[in-house]
């Protein structure tokens, strides 16, 4: 009995001490399967409740999210001076965009926030709601109630692509633009703007050559030149994928209440500048529009043929629309200022001194560089590339190519970083206008002859800018690009051509495009993203 009994005993433990190492093994055996424990917790980011950290990682509203990561560009000189003629072409080769990237930076992608002004508005609210509740139902919520409302929330993502992208709102609120980025990388994804073709629209242009005296320059209304043939006229751009709101002079101004838009760049960027002008006046003349180019600094200093940009005013809505001209998108500082003769260090790495005094002033602004980046401007300018406050010793950086790279680079990075600081800033940098000289270039009897419009197709297919660089340059980054490259490819017959008004024979402008035209393209896809 006793020793049954101290037996009976020693079964029970060692049945029990058995039992006690089957289970360590399981629980171990459990935890480090990650299939078994991907039951117990869900991976999928699209099935989870966003974290109060992920809420307020959704919070940088305006762009900007990689500002750590930037470089801030300092001592930018005062005294900038840059040469202010917008000469028609420039010497060979300066458009080797191509050879320029061949590989793509690998940079870490993060989807800018404030491509969300192509929410509507009413829908933005509804995810705030969304959100807040979300905060305060906390993570203990059933696995099944987290499930449909991600898939409701992943309908209303499905829904926001079929939504035509500018059915934005036409208030001109300040939206608080908080959404998550799941939803915004896939609407990018499927509304690519620069994706689309030409169609023939009667009901353009959308101002007239001849009317928009206020603003055009008579070298670019080609209604005052020869020429004749005005099918270019008639041409809209129709995105593939998301319905583009039709722009009116009247929805602009509304959209921009108290609002300032600048262009700085090239005489590219002042064509885009004056087609916007045109367009939101409807080509029609405007007495009440100021001159406010003394607020910017825009006057024309003696001796010179004109001041350095221009800012005009329209009282109705407070709205200002402004250029600076910018060809190299460089800070430019004379090495002797007492010299009038001197070389004149262009700080490839700061940005122009105007950018940074005025930038705080700007809601949206247009950045665009391309053309004057060849020896033939460098040299007639007295351009020297300085990096780092030094003359540049890079040898990389020391070819034109190499130098535009690093300049394009580091302006969009420099305009990232201020993001933060100007959260109500929508900053875009517009990708190179494409020159059409054919059998030579300017200055060797090149031409753009062809006036029947989209001999050469009128469909861009393909999702990945036709310019590198400034993909490249604005991956990942807040500062948006405006992709006009490759639709204006397919526009040949819309430039200058042999009708300019010094009409110097065997000498053709294929590089700037008849007002109105193309540039007012560009301003249509500028103003869906407003
Ligand atoms: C979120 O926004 C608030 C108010 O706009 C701001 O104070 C806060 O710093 C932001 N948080 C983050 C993480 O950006
Ligand atoms: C352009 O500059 C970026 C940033 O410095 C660099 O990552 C890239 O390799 C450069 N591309 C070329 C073609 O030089
Ligand atoms: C969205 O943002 C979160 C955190 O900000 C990040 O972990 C996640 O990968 C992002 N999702 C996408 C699709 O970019
Ligand atoms: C015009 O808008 C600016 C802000 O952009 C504001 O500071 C200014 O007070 C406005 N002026 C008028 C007359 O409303
Ligand atoms: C524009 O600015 C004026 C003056 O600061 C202000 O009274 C008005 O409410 C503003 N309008 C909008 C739509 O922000």
């Avoid at 307020?56 to 040469?83: C, F, H, M, W, Y």
């Avoid at 919520?141 to 987290?146: L, N």
């Avoid at 829904?159 to 709102?169: H, K, T």
């Avoid at 002008?277 to 010179?304: F, H, I, N, W």
Wanted: aromatic share 8%; with cysteine.
């Amino acid at each position: 009995m006793k020793g049954g009994f101290i037996g009976l005993k020693i079964s029970q433990v060692s049945l029990v001490l058995i039992g006690f190492v089957c289970a360590t093994v399981l629980v171990l055996a459990w935890t480090k399967t990650t299939f078994l424990s991907s039951f117990v917790q869900p991976q999928d980011h699209f099935l989870r409740v966003p974290s109060d950290r992920s809420v307020k990682d959704t919070n940088s509203s305006d762009g900007g999210s990689s500002s750590s990561q930037l470089g801030t560009i300092a001592n930018v000189p005062k005294n900038e001076r840059e040469d202010i003629r917008p000469s028609i072409v420039d010497s060979t080769n300066s458009d080797k965009v191509s050879e320029e990237i061949n590989s793509k930076p690998a940079e870490n992608i993060t989807p800018p926030m404030n491509t969300m002004s192509t929410n509507a508005h009413g829908k933005d609210e509804r995810n705030k709601h969304m959100t807040t509740s979300k905060e305060r139902q906390g993570v203990e919520e059933k696995a099944s109630e987290k499930v449909s409302e991600e898939k409701i929330r992943l309908k209303e993502a499905e829904n926001d692509i079929s939504l035509p992208i500018s059915s934005v709102s036409t208030s001109s609120s300040s939206k608080s633009e908080r959404k998550e980025n799941v939803t915004i990388s896939r609407e990018k994804q499927v509304c690519n703007l620069a994706k689309g073709k030409w169609v023939e629209d009667p009901k353009r242009p959308l101002y007239s050559g001849f009317g928009c005296k206020q603003w055009l320059s008579p070298m670019w209304a080609c209604r005052l030149t020869q020429r004749t043939d005005f099918e270019y006229e008639f041409l809209r751009w129709q995105p593939r994928d998301c319905r583009m709101e039709a722009f009116t002079g009247p929805k602009f101004l509304s959209r921009m209440v108290n609002k300032t838009l600048a262009f700085v760049g090239d005489s590219l960027g002042r064509q885009q500048f004056q087609s916007l002008m045109c367009m939101a006046t409807e080509g029609k003349a405007r007495s009440d529009v100021l001159d406010v180019g003394v607020e910017y600094g825009l006057v024309q200093a003696p001796g010179t043929k004109r001041p350095d940009g221009w800012a005009y005013r329209f009282p109705s809505t407070n709205t200002t629309i402004l250029y600076y001209w910018s060809a190299s998108l460089c800070g430019l500082e004379p090495i002797d200022p007492s010299n009038p003769t001197t070389d004149v260090a262009m700080h490839l790495d700061r940005p122009p001194a105007f950018l940074r005094h005025f930038i705080h002033k700007f809601d949206v602004l247009v950045l665009n560089t391309g053309h004057h980046w060849n020896r033939g401007k460098l040299n007639a300018n007295r351009w020297v590339i300085y990096v780092g406050g030094v003359p540049n010793t890079d040898r990389k950086i020391a070819n034109i190519n190499g130098a535009k790279n690093f300049t394009v680079y580091s302006i969009v990075s420099w305009v990232n970083s201020q993001l933060p600081k100007y959260p109500r800033l929508k900053a875009f940098y517009r990708s190179m206008s494409p020159r059409h000289f054919f059998n030579g270039d300017w200055n060797t009897g090149g031409t753009c002859d062809n006036t029947t419009p989209l001999s050469g197709g009128k469909e861009v297919l393909k999702e990945e800018s036709s310019d590198p660089l400034a993909a490249g340059a604005t991956r990942g980054k807040g500062v948006k690009l405006l992709d006009i490259t490759a639709l204006s490819e397919l526009r040949d017959e819309g430039h200058i051509s042999r009708y300019s008004i010094k009409a110097t024979p065997g000498v053709q402008d294929c590089l700037h495009w008849c007002l109105p035209g193309v540039p007012d393209a560009w301003n249509e896809i500028l103003f869906a993203q407003l």
